[in-house]
């Protein structure tokens, strides 16, 4: 206790040091922190209220080559939940936006179709009412019962504990509540937070529509989201082994539908949905980003110790004469040290939140129920004080080791022939600090450039311009002749509309959100090689649908009016699917099966457009028309020369004269949607870029306060150099000399380091090269101008100095 009252005094005396160590140590804890809070909301508590959520899988299909297939047929997940000896039990889910109906309103809502064991199997206990039955999973639209999530509860209905039993209205259909879920559930899906739950059998009601009527017998249709539970004593190594073993025997019992069928398991916080399988790249980067600045931040401050420890000489000389033991003089330091970090840690509280703050306004609207929003709690503040303790060991162990074994006659005599070692270790740090900084600044360099390219990369089409506007007629009981001719009406309305140029419509919005549908496709004449991936992304869109996103089409035509279901089946294929099955050869008239054994006719060749990510390589898709091939949920998109937000009330009213009870689910520029395929390339330059420059300040300010602590050091020696004849430019030359040789050795640690490091950013990396030497040289060049600027200041003042007055104080 007496350290510690001794060290606050010590700090008190001293407020300019101390001011300056806090705000330091802020920024860089505060940072720190922010990191870890986005990890542990993304990553480490992915699936809150889940009960021993390490021991869950995502189990993943793909293919033999490596393609992810993301999802799970129901007859799969039927026969791979039967093997008790690796899993514990197995749930499976689809997510889907309701129509809600409380009295005279409507809103949009999220739920999950889930198996019956959803709730049982993640340890989930009900809060009210119950969980679903087995029964509930015996046949298709039996049981339309809900679970209600904990929030949604409070909010719609005030926590009221009637609730059980009474109806909700979803997609025009009546489901009786039967339970509310614990609070803190969300759901499965990492940064998703649904609001209902229903059995998996109530999926046509909760997404009505599409194309294949026997979902849950079809072993093809892939669309569940599926995990496990580990059984007691297996490890995810183990059930891995076991599954792999398993697809290959249904490699042998299906060939028609699981040929070449491999499974992925991976944990829950490595999942390809949601937010982790979108945000675990960048999410690594910004922690050690933010480890890196946190590195700097204790050079800087052991150097600042380091001076103060010279100051401070003669006092710890004179303890260790009268009796004080080495280890009871270092424990002393090493409390004002920790102290110091503490109260940086306290002065971190409030920047850690603002740049929360700052970060969650990095991700775009999408039509989702993204729920992404790390704050301050307990665990976070822990890590905080721990990261403090941490940083203020690391930073107050060397000044206070060298201070302890200070030569006890010189520090006593007031002599400076003890700072060699110190100069030594100050110029140590500043070169670490030198070499840090360059690293931060290259990568920040690399992820700038990898945004603008990305932002650069032509994705096939043209989405500036265009307003989208989702809509979802299987919500409302439309059939497919119903829902045909409503598109159809639309279309005539929306066209001649002042001020549109282009109008189609179109099942998925390309570098979406969403994702999309895929099927293996059988194309006339073309022998597949062992393990090839035979399955293709596709679209559903309407005549017009080209030319309002101004994806060229290379040979054939558009869809029309004609291609409707009496008329032969017609596709349009991408130049890439027409390249692999049919080189130097025209495409048109040649026949593809799809979904078993539909064939269709390919009536034109589009230009390749991108579909999921702006750095995916190129593959083959196709396109069908939507008179054929119904969907009931479909995206306008309106191609316009002015802002496209002016055509939205307008396109809502259009809609609404066709049926007042349909609104767009969401209306907004095209531009908004496909910002989410560069959402890892700008959150990444932006906390790069943001922590790059933080770097450098650090950098400037550490070799700043070592060259002007160099110049006070040798006073009398330039004043004597002076006194014997030296110029100022001599002065000037020798301080910018030492400065220049500090930064040089810096520079070049710190481009050895980046040379093996910054490949770690090719995941967040597009159209650059990690090792790419504009950037190395100009990220060099830059560190190398602060460090002459920070050298020329003290420099400068030594220049100044009067010989006489400095040989006067010697």
């Not at 803190?184 to 937070?193: H, S």
């Not at 099942?507 to 399955?535: I, K, W």
């Not at 559903?540 to 089946?569: H, K, M, N, Q, W």
Request: include cysteine; hydrophobic fraction near 50%.
């Amino acid at each position: 206790m007496n350290d510690l009252r001794f060290a606050f005094r010590q700090l008190v005396k001293n407020p300019g040091f101390t001011a300056v160590a806090v705000l330091t140590l802020a920024l860089g804890i505060g940072a720190n922190t922010t990191a870890f809070s986005w990890i542990q909301t993304v990553l480490l508590r992915s699936v809150p209220g889940v009960a021993e959520s390490d021991r869950l899988v995502v189990i993943a299909p793909r293919h033999v080559s490596g393609n992810l297939i993301d999802t799970m047929s129901y007859p799969d997940l039927k026969d791979l939940a039967a093997h008790q000896e690796l899993f514990a039990g197995v749930v499976a889910s689809q997510y889907a936006p309701v129509s809600l109906t409380m009295g005279s309103e409507t809103e949009w809502t999220w739920a999950q179709a889930v198996t019956a064991n959803f709730f049982d199997l993640l340890g989930v206990r009900p809060a009210l009412g119950r969980a679903f039955l087995p029964e509930e999973e015996s046949a298709p639209g039996g049981h339309p019962v809900v679970v209600l999530s904990h929030a949604f509860w409070q909010r719609r209905f005030s926590g009221d504990s009637n609730i059980i039993g009474r109806t909700l209205t979803l997609n025009r259909h009546a489901f009786t509540i039967v339970g509310v879920a614990a609070p803190g559930f969300r759901g499965t899906m990492g940064g998703l937070a649904f609001d209902l739950w229903a059995p998996i059998m109530m999926r046509q009601q909760l997404l009505p529509g599409g194309w294949d009527p026997d979902i849950f017998q079809a072993r093809n249709n892939r669309w569940l989201h599926t995990i496990g539970r580990l059984a007691p004593g297996v490890s995810v190594g183990q059930a891995r082994t076991a599954v792999e073993t398993l697809a290959r025997q249904w490699d042998q019992e299906y060939p028609a539908t699981d040929r070449d069928l491999r499974f992925a398991l991976v944990p829950m916080w490595k999942s390809p949905w949601g937010a982790p399988g979108v945000l675990l790249p960048v999410l690594s980067v910004m922690f050690a980003v933010t480890c890196l600045v946190l590195l700097i931040v204790a050079a800087n401050i052991a150097n600042l110790l380091l001076v103060r420890a010279m100051q401070r000489e003669r006092e710890i000389a004179v303890r260790l004469a009268v009796g004080a033991s080495r280890g009871r003089v270092i424990r002393q330091l090493l409390t004002e040290s920790v102290l110091l970090a503490v109260l940086g840690a306290a002065a971190g509280v409030p920047c850690a939140a603002w740049l929360m703050d700052l970060t969650r306004g990095m991700f775009p609207v999408v039509f989702l129920p993204v729920v992404l929003d790390p704050h301050l709690d307990v665990r976070a503040l822990v890590f905080m004080l721990l990261a403090a303790l941490g940083v203020g060991l690391l930073f107050g162990l060397a000044p206070a080791w060298q201070s302890a074994r200070s030569n006890l006659c010189l520090a006593l005599k007031e002599g400076r022939g003890a700072a060699g070692g110190r100069h030594r270790l100050r110029s140590s740090l500043v070169a670490a600090e030198i070499a840090l900084a360059l690293l931060l600044l290259i990568g920040a360099g690399l992820c700038l450039q990898s945004f603008r390219q990305a932002r650069r990369v032509n994705p096939g089409f043209d989405p500036a311009g265009v307003l989208l506007a989702n809509i979802r007629l299987g919500v409302h009981g439309y059939s497919d002749q119903e829902g045909k001719l409503f598109y159809r009406k639309l279309l005539e309305r929306l066209r001649p509309l002042p001020g549109a140029e282009a109008v189609g419509l179109g099942d998925y919005v390309p570098l979406g959100p969403e994702g999309g549908s895929s099927t293996r496709v059988s194309p006339e004449g073309y022998v597949p090689q062992a393990n090839e991936y035979m399955s293709l992304p596709f679209n559903i869109v309407s005549p017009g649908y080209f030319d309002t996103l101004r994806i060229p089409l290379l040979e054939g035509r558009d869809f029309t009016a004609r291609d409707d279901a009496s008329a032969p089946g017609a596709i349009i294929i991408n130049e890439i699917a027409a390249r692999r099955f049919w080189p130097g050869q025209s495409a048109l008239g040649r026949r593809i099966k799809i979904f078993g054994n539909r064939e269709m006719n390919v009536v034109g060749v589009a230009k390749a457009a991108k579909v999921r990510w702006l750095n995916e390589p190129a593959s083959g898709f196709f396109y069908l028309p939507l008179e054929q091939f119904y969907s009931p949920n479909m995206n306008v998109h309106l191609r316009t020369a002015a802002n496209p937000l002016a055509l939205a009330d307008t396109v809502r009213r259009e809609v609404r004269g066709l049926d007042p009870a349909v609104q767009p689910a969401i209306t907004l520029p095209m531009t908004e949607v496909t910002d989410f395929s560069v959402l890892t390339y700008r959150v990444a330059a932006s906390v790069l870029t943001v922590l790059g420059a933080t770097a450098l300040l650090l950098a400037l300010v550490g070799i700043y306060g070592v060259m002007a602590f160099v110049v006070n050091q040798r006073t009398p020696e330039i004043g004597i150099r002076m006194a014997l004849g030296a110029a100022k430019a001599d002065v000037l030359q020798l301080v910018l000399g030492q400065g220049a040789r500090l930064a040089l050795t810096g520079v070049a640690a710190g481009l050895v380091c980046a040379l093996a490091l910054t490949r770690l950013l090719s995941s967040v990396l597009v159209g650059v090269n990690a090792v790419d030497p504009l950037t190395f040289g100009g990220a060099s060049l830059l560190l190398g101008a602060v460090a002459l600027l920070a050298c020329y200041l003290p420099a400068r003042r030594a220049a100044k100095v009067d010989p006489m007055e400095a040989l006067r104080h010697e």
